[in-house]
């Protein structure tokens, strides 16, 4: 893929995943449809070396690796992680309510968003049911209306002339979004989901539908933006554009190393599920690769995991919320993120050989710390890095209004990080960098 190429490449796929489980099914067609086989962590494995091999756990965390024959345990795996969710509104079991001429939905907000920017728009819903089958048997698909089907109108200023200075948002009471006008007919949701299932699947005998993990989402996709098409807005930059980006630079990656990625569900909200960061699933792939205790020990240790989750770049209408040091900036390069309370990985080791990677392809590096007196987030790296004791480094493209239901990112970032990742997904063991690393 050529680097012109990539930004709108990346835009589309964003596009087109509007939740994780959508993600996740993208990813894993990506990855198969250039060599990786498809293991099912309930039957046996046959993994062969050189070989690709991509493991889905909840339809909505992966992991990918290639192994090329050099033993792990003294060359380390080149390793990279990343979160598949975003912020989002998810959709109450039983959510249909009518008033006043109106079918709302009651919904749970997904993980930190910024509500706010959630007024006003035209919302669609995606996700996956669970349903019946004709022989009584369970299944489950996804879902994807794909076209704006719900709205979360603003209160009117005239009804609140406070709204600019003063307007606080109740997470029960304010967000319901508007899914149709009410009828005669009292609406059932399930019916509704059935009716836009038969539209997606005409040839499948559903009965009926069970279940559903359904979020609300901005279905007009990403764009190119500024005047000369120097950044880029768009719904779950955070952190599918890192997602993505990983999966690209390790199909694209030249001469096939012992490499792995690990994209995972649930950082919005700590992690701590089957298939979360602060799971088993890298543990379970770890151990199925490497049975014998002390051969995975010793690749643990040789390995490096580069963490990547998007940064704060400095907004410049309120540039003192950084430190005055630390600024990174749109379309300057990556960013290494540093934490003294550890909410980073970082050391001063990992740091050093992601930069020493940004600088073999001529892009800028920046770094962020958190102002001293405000609280810092975190990401999958600190959990990884406790874990399984591997060696992290927390880094992420600069972007503006993190998790706000758009967000926005430098163009030229996309491509320099894509080509950063490349390049280490494809350093030889006798690099000097890689070499360096492993002694
Ligand atoms: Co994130």
């Given at each position: ?6 930004t ?9 995943s509007?939740?994780?489980y959508?993600?996740?099914?993208n990813?894993?067609?990506l ?8 293991l099912r962590e ?5 993994v062969k070396?050189p070989?690709?091999y ?6 909505s965390?992966?992991v990918a690796?290639?192994?090329d024959g050099?033993d792990?345990a ?7 992680g990343?979160?598949t969710?975003s912020p989002?509104l998810?959709?109450?079991p039983?959510?249909?309510?009518v008033?006043?001429?109106?079918v709302?939905?009651?919904?749970e907000v997904?993980g930190?968003?910024?509500l ?10 995606a ?29 009117a200023?005239h ?5 600019n200075?003063k ?12 899914l149709?006008?009410a009828?005669t007919?009292?609406p059932v949701?399930?019916d509704i989901?059935?009716?836009?299932f038969?539209?997606q699947y ?9 279940d559903?993990d359904?979020f609300?989402?901005?279905p007009?996709g990403?764009?190119q ?10 719904p779950r ?8 980006t990983?999966?690209?630079a390790?199909?694209e990656?030249?001469g096939?190393?012992n ?6 569900d ?6 701590g599920s089957p ?6 699933l890298l ?6 690769l490497f049975?014998d205790?002390?051969q ?6 040789r390995s490096?995991?580069?963490s990547a989750?998007?940064?704060?770049a400095v907004?410049p209408?309120?540039a003192?919320r950084?430190?005055?040091n630390?600024l990174?900036?749109?379309?300057h390069?990556p960013?290494?993120k540093?934490n003294?309370?550890r ?5 001063a080791?990992t ?14 590096v ?8 405000l609280?810092c987030?975190?990401?999958i790296g600190?959990l990884?890095?406790?874990?399984t004791g ?6 992420g493209?600069p972007t503006?209004?993190?998790?706000s239901?758009?967000e926005m990112?430098g ?11 490349r390049?280490?997904?494809a350093?030889?063991?006798?690099d ?5 690393w492993l002694s």
């Amino acid at each position: 893929m050529q680097e012109s190429e990539f930004t709108p490449w990346l835009l589309a796929a964003i596009g087109r995943s509007p939740t994780p489980y959508h993600l996740t099914v993208n990813i894993c067609d990506l990855l198969t449809s250039h060599g990786f086989t498809r293991l099912r962590e309930a039957e046996p494995w046959d993994v062969k070396v050189p070989g690709s091999y991509v493991v889905v756990r909840n339809d909505s965390s992966l992991v990918a690796f290639t192994l090329d024959g050099e033993d792990p345990a003294r060359s380390g795996l080149r390793m990279a992680g990343a979160h598949t969710d975003s912020p989002a509104l998810k959709v109450q079991p039983d959510p249909l309510q009518v008033s006043h001429a109106c079918v709302r939905m009651g919904v749970e907000v997904y993980g930190g968003a910024l509500l706010a920017p959630w007024f006003d728009r035209d919302l669609s819903l995606a996700g996956r049911v669970s349903w019946e089958n004709s022989r009584g048997g369970l299944e489950s698909s996804l879902l994807d209306f794909g076209r704006p089907v719900a709205v979360i109108p603003s209160l009117a200023i005239h009804l609140d002339r406070e709204a600019n200075s003063k307007r606080s948002i109740n997470r029960q009471t304010d967000i319901l979004p508007i899914l149709m006008a009410a009828g005669t007919k009292e609406p059932v949701f399930a019916d509704i989901l059935l009716e836009q299932f038969r539209r997606q699947y005409p040839q499948n005998d559903c009965r009926a539908i069970l279940d559903h993990d359904l979020f609300l989402y901005d279905p007009a996709g990403p764009e190119q933006t500024g005047l000369e098409g120097e950044f880029i807005t768009g719904p779950r930059l955070d952190n599918q554009l890192s997602c993505w980006t990983m999966a690209r630079a390790l199909i694209e990656a030249d001469g096939r190393r012992n490499c792995l990625i690990i994209l995972t569900d649930h950082e919005e909200v700590g992690s701590g599920s089957p298939e979360g960061a602060g799971g088993t699933l890298l543990d379970a792939v770890l151990e199925r690769l490497f049975p014998d205790p002390e051969q995975r020990q010793r690749v643990i240790r040789r390995s490096l995991l580069i963490s990547a989750d998007n940064a704060h770049a400095v907004h410049p209408n309120f540039a003192d919320r950084h430190d005055r040091n630390h600024l990174p900036l749109m379309n300057h390069g990556p960013v290494i993120k540093i934490n003294a309370a550890r909410r980073y990985a970082t050391t001063a080791l990992t740091a050093g050989f992601f930069r020493l990677l940004c600088q073999r392809q001529e892009t800028g590096v920046q770094e962020f710390v958190m102002r001293a007196d405000l609280a810092c987030g975190s990401t999958i790296g600190p959990l990884t890095a406790t874990r399984t004791g591997m060696q992290v480094v927390d880094v992420g493209v600069p972007t503006l209004a993190m998790h706000s239901i758009r967000e926005m990112a430098g163009t030229r970032d996309c491509p320099a990080f894509f080509l950063v990742l490349r390049e280490y997904f494809a350093l030889a063991s006798t690099d000097p960098l890689w070499h360096g690393w492993l002694s």
